[in-house]
C-alpha cells in the first residue's frame, strides 16, 4: 500500500492563484535578465497584475462567503488549495495593500478593524 500523499494532476487552466502568480513571477524572471530595459518594465508590470489578481480573488472570496456561512475550510481547500491556515496569512498580508483598498475599502476597513480588536 502507498504511503505517498495522493497528487492530483491539474491543467493549465485549473491553476490556483498562488500557481499562477508563480508562473507570472518566473516569466518575468526570465524576460528581466534581457538587456533592454523594455522587458523589465514589462516583467515588473506581469508581477504586480499576478499580485493584484490574487489580492482581488482573495477579497472577493472573503467578500461572498461573509454572507453564507458554513464549511468555510472545505471551501478555501476547494477555491484556493490552501489550508485555511495559508488562507488567512494571505488575507491579513492582502490588507496591507494599496492594491486591496482600491479594490474594496469597506471591507479591507472592517476586516482591518476586526484585527484591531482581536
Not at 78 to 101: M, N, S
Amino acid at each position: 500500500m502507498a504511503t505517498d500523499p495522493r497528487t492530483h494532476a491539474r491543467s493549465h487552466d485549473e491553476a490556483t492563484g498562488d500557481e499562477s502568480a508563480a508562473r507570472a513571477f518566473a516569466s518575468a524572471e526570465s524576460r528581466a535578465s534581457e538587456p533592454d530595459g523594455q522587458a523589465t518594465d514589462a516583467a515588473a508590470h506581469d508581477l504586480a497584475a499576478a499580485r493584484e489578481e490574487r489580492i482581488r480573488r482573495v477579497l472577493d472570496f472573503e467578500a461572498s462567503w461573509a454572507s453564507h456561512g458554513g464549511a468555510k475550510a472545505r471551501a478555501i481547500r476547494t477555491e484556493f488549495g490552501w489550508t485555511t491556515t495559508r488562507y488567512y496569512q494571505v488575507l491579513d498580508r492582502c490588507l496591507e495593500t494599496e492594491a486591496a483598498v482600491r479594490h474594496d475599502p469597506m471591507l479591507v476597513g472592517r476586516l482591518l478593524r476586526l484585527r484591531e480588536a482581536r
